[in-house]
């Protein structure tokens, strides 16, 4: 529904007033997408409570844990094949809850969130082998058709081994849109945390590194862009 409201200037023309982004739905839920993703990766052992527990405006939560066993592996690829779509809009355009269960099975556990009357669950495919402990992916409706709206894999081998980046080399990180992130990955190796969603369609990535050293901390995270460029960086506190 559009919020905005109008407004007739002095001059006696009709204005329209946009509805601040700090009250828009989408992003409160980015909100608390970004504490689950960034707490993960750079604290190590995030609680979904304390992420839904970070949004004041009306935001509840319920949790549950499926007793079907998931798949045991996830590959880069396969998490790369699924569609997120808008997070302002339900996930629309993204792949459904009932074909990513086809595909890796049930979800290890599950919380839904509640944001300013919107929805969002949150589902977890834990223990996973290989290269990747664990998958979230949020989703926006209701049902099995309910639409992929973000999704976040970890990296067990690089959360357990930490990364090494100096802090010359994070200040050599450019966020004008002209350093491309596989760059970095030839160099860092594999991210502990990539997270990805989409915003009125532009779709946007967080990236991280966890126990890079103790000058920058517990870890660096990266915004990327659509193209793959980094637009900004953040180092964690110790």
């Not at 609680?47 to 839904?52: M, S």
């Not at 066993?69 to 808008?86: M, P, R, Y």
């Not at 355009?93 to 969130?113: A, E, I, L, N, W």
Request: zero cysteines.
């Amino acid at each position: 529904r559009d919020m905005s409201k109008k407004i007739v200037g002095d001059d006696g023309k009709t204005y329209v007033q946009k509805k601040p982004f700090y009250k828009r739905v989408w992003f409160w839920l980015l909100v608390v997408i970004a504490v689950i993703v960034l707490g993960g990766g750079l604290g190590g052992n995030s609680n979904t409570k304390d992420a839904n527990n970070s949004s004041s405006n009306g935001s509840s939560k319920k949790a549950s844990s499926s007793k079907v066993a998931n798949k045991e592996t996830i590959s880069l690829e396969q998490f790369d094949k699924l569609q997120v779509g808008d997070l302002s809009n339900n996930g629309n355009g993204g792949t459904s809850y009932k074909d990513v269960v086809s595909s890796f099975g049930k979800p290890t556990s599950t919380t839904s969130s509640t944001v300013q009357g919107q929805t969002v669950e949150m589902d977890t495919w834990a223990n996973l082998g290989g290269d990747y402990q664990s998958m979230e992916l949020s989703f926006g409706g209701d049902g099995d058709d309910r639409a992929l709206s973000s999704k976040s894999i970890t990296s067990a081998k690089s959360i357990l081994s930490g990364t090494k980046i100096s802090q010359s080399e994070y200040d050599a990180i450019t966020t004008d849109g002209s350093m491309k992130l596989s760059d970095l990955v030839n160099k860092f190796g594999q991210p502990s945390v990539m997270s990805v969603y989409s915003i009125m369609n532009t779709e946007t990535k967080t990236i991280v590194w966890s126990n890079v050293n103790s000058d920058l901390g517990t870890g660096i995270s990266l915004t990327v862009s659509g193209d793959n460029t980094v637009i900004g960086k953040v180092k964690a506190s110790n």
